[in-house]
């Protein structure tokens, strides 16, 4: 069973750095058949997909174009997890965020984090 | 990318079916059998109920199930039940390699 754990500040100023990680359990941040993602809720938008990173050989990322200039979601192989950075954050990035995990030809997805309420605000 | 068009709510009443949709274009929706359905309790995580379509995770009520035609997918849900009442989206994959929600229908059991 898949497991994963989310870590990170619950507030964040704006023109900063968000940062935030995703602990897995139960699988490998470099596993051939998956990819792991990050996705936002707010009451304004909604759900919203961030992007995601996978391991075919090679590491690969896909974004959204919405946060495209200002988005890194790196794997950490020694740990087993994978971190997203949102930089030059404004009010209008708060929402709680979620890691969560698709597959390879299964893009949807099964597991996810706790989620985490990040506020941006001075 | 668009987020994909759903209605912003439906409502029923407890034994009746309802049906949410859910529009893209031929570049996501239409164009793959990529397309899942999310519930999502206000403070919770949000949970699959459908993936490819029509397939529902192991776990999952048969009161909900899903199709497609063309560009527009949809969520039917028979039986309503109260614990139904929740906030429903759905996902597309795209054909820029992402992924596409709609914004979410509220679905009121009356």
């Known amino acids: 069973q898949v497991q994963l754990q989310q870590s990170g500040p619950g507030l964040v100023k704006p023109s900063q750095t968000l940062s935030l990680t995703c602990a897995i359990s139960?699988?490998?941040?470099?596993?051939?058949?998956?990819?792991w993602n990050w996705i936002r809720q707010s009451p304004s938008r909604g759900l919203e997909w961030l992007g995601r990173?996978?391991?075919?050989?090679?590491?690969?990322?896909d974004f959204a174009v919405s946060v495209k200039s200002r988005i890194t979601i790196s794997p950490d192989t020694s740990k087993n997890q994978f971190s997203l950075q949102l930089n030059s954050v404004t009010p209008e990035d708060t929402a709680v965020y979620y890691c969560?995990?698709?597959?390879?030809?299964?893009?949807?997805?099964?597991?996810w984090g706790q989620g985490t309420l990040v506020t941006v605000s001075s | 990318q668009s987020a994909l068009t759903q209605p912003a709510s439906v409502s029923g009443s407890p034994g009746q079916s309802i049906s949410v949709s859910c529009t893209g274009t031929?570049?996501?929706?239409?164009?793959?059998?990529?397309v899942s359905w999310y519930q999502h309790h206000p403070g919770k995580v949000p949970k699959l109920m459908i993936y490819?379509?029509?397939n529902r995770p192991s776990g999952v009520s048969s009161r909900f199930s899903g199709s497609k035609s063309g560009n527009t997918a949809s969520l039917t849900i028979s039986g309503l039940q109260a614990e139904d009442e929740a906030d429903y989206y759905c996902?597309?994959?795209?054909?820029?390699?992402?992924?596409?929600f709609g914004g979410g229908t509220k679905l009121t059991v009356l």
């Open positions: 969560a995990r698709s597959g390879y030809y299964a893009e949807y997805f099964q597991y």
């Open positions: 490819d379509v029509s």
């Open positions: 139960g699988d490998s941040v470099s596993s051939n058949t998956a990819a």
């Open positions: 996902a597309s994959y795209t054909s820029t390699k992402t992924v596409v």
């Open positions: 031929s570049s996501d929706v239409g164009g793959y059998n990529y």
């Open positions: 990173t996978y391991y075919r050989s090679r590491w690969y990322n």
